[in-house]
Each structure stands twice: as structure tokens, then as C-alpha cells.
């Protein structure tokens, strides 16, 4: 007599499942995008003065002052006495975020430092970019 076995083999196709590799991609996908860091400028093309010293400072808003004396934050161009309520709304929106102004060398002073004197009422760490 011949024994017959328990085991069918049939040759059948076999899928693999990859749902749960796409998940993995897409889970990938979305921490690389959430953690991504974007560079900001801010709008204007801007010739800086020359410093004696220097100091490296990766700010969260930047504000530059042309020397038409606009101010220009998140490329759009302010008057001194439009910027207070910008500069507010950056700082709610990261209230720990500190803030570098870019001076053109024609710029007037006293705009650079009306920047400066609302950024510190507004409590923000400031200083003023150079070459």
C-alpha cells in the first residue's frame, strides 16, 4: 500500500502584504517634513556694514531695513509704525524666538533703531546683523 501524505503542496502565488511598509514610508515622510527646519529671509537684498567682531546667532525672525528705510518682514515691506503689530504676531507665534535686524549700510539709523527699541519692548532677544 502507498502512504499518502497530510501535507498538500499546491503551487499557488504568494503576495506579500506591503500595506504595512507604506505605512512606515508614510509615517517616514511626514517626521522628515515636520522636522525639517526652512531657511527665512527676509524679502530684501540688503549690504551689510563691516564688523571688527562676530558672533554666530541663528534667529527666528528677521527683519531687514533698506535704505529707502522699509522694513521688510517675511518679504513684505513695512513702515516703522506698521511693524509693531507684525513683530507681535511672530512672537505669539514662538514666544521664545529671537531676532536679528539686517541694516543696509544707507539705511538710517534711527529705523534700525526704532526696530530695535520695539523688539525690546516687545521683549524678543535683538541684535543687528554684519559682514
Known amino acids: 500500500m502507498a502512504r499518502r501524505s497530510r501535507v498538500n503542496i499546491q503551487d499557488e502565488d504568494t503576495e506579500l502584504n506591503m500595506t504595512p511598509m507604506l505605512d512606515v514610508v508614510f509615517i517616514l515622510l511626514i517626521f522628515f517634513i515636520v522636522t525639517s527646519v526652512f531657511v527665512k529671509t527676509p524679502g530684501v537684498d540688503i549690504f551689510k556694514p563691516v564688523a571688527t567682531t562676530a558672533e554666530e546667532w541663528s534667529p527666528g525672525i528677521l527683519i ?30 514662538n514666544p521664545k524666538a529671537t531676532a536679528i535686524i539686517i541694516g543696509d549700510t544707507e539705511a538710517n ?3 534700525v533703531m526704532g526696530v530695535q527699541e520695539i523688539l525690546t519692548d516687545l521683549g524678543v532677544s535683538t541684535r543687528v546683523s554684519t559682514e
Open 64 to 93: 531687514a531695513v533698506n535704505s529707502d528705510d522699509e522694513v521688510w518682514v517675511d518679504k513684505r515691506p513695512y513702515s516703522l509704525n506698521e511693524v509693531r503689530p507684525v513683530i507681535l504676531a511672530l512672537r505669539d507665534e
Open 109 to 111: 539709523v534711527g529705523t
